[in-house]
């Protein structure tokens, strides 16, 4: 495997990589069903440190999803600012309660409660990012497309899921070959470079690889249509596994945890958790 690689499948003898496809796309579901839909702080804390320690358990590489986890950063704090700027007291209506930190200027103030709202936020990224991770780096993408075909998903789509995936890793190589030829070319691409001089040279990756990934999806295509895919109503599948009594324990944790973040809206009174009242 190359040292650029990022979210691509890399075999492994964990636990996690024995379990099903179908097995892990259903508890990934799940659980982002019960994470995305429950604002109770107890739940969140409890999943993202259960996500973190699967994510460890996973033996996924830094150099895998570093790129992946900078990116996403950066989206979540956008997220985070964006949900302030637009709607500073949101956290102020949620929970009823106004407890001023900074008296701010205008209507830019700080609350407790929305520093409560947004950290709850937080952890939905925590709960949900190193699931669907380990999910993508675990799987092989044939398993992952026969999972699909399992849940009712056309063959037709779940392969065309699964060759994207299976593609990302050949894409990123091709970046790194076109960036490694440019910077050859003058073309400064490094944090050395001035800002305008990375982005003229990032222009100049982009036309190639795109010309290079179509060239990729028109030899792919070509071959599928010599092999007449699509022409019966159903497949089988070669990377299919069978189901285990692990399978079977792992997906009922799933619907137990799910359960149980529903459960708490009663408890709760509702969605939200409420250590103000």
Known sequence: MSEHQMLGYTPDDTLIHKLNGTTKLLFLILLSVACMTTYDTRFLLGMSVASVVLFKLSNIKWHQISFVIKFIFVFSVLNILAVYLFSPEYGVELYGSRTVLWGGIGRFTLTSEQLFYEFNLVLKYFCTIPLALIFLLTTNPSEFASSLNR?????KISYAVA????????????????SLAQQARGY????????SQRIKGMAQIVFPLILSSLDRIETISTAMELRRFGEKKKRTWYA?????????????????LTIFSFSLFKVNGGRFYNPFQ
């Open 188 to 195: 400064e691409l490094s944090r050395k470079g001035k800002f």
């Open 240 to 256: 299919q596994q069978p189901f285990h009594k692990v399978d079977f324990l792992v997906m009922l944790l799933g619907v137990l």
């Open 151 to 155: 849940l009712g998903v056309s063959y």
């Open 163 to 178: 060759l994207a995936i299976r593609y990302i890793p050949d894409i990123q190589e091709d970046y790194f070959d076109i």
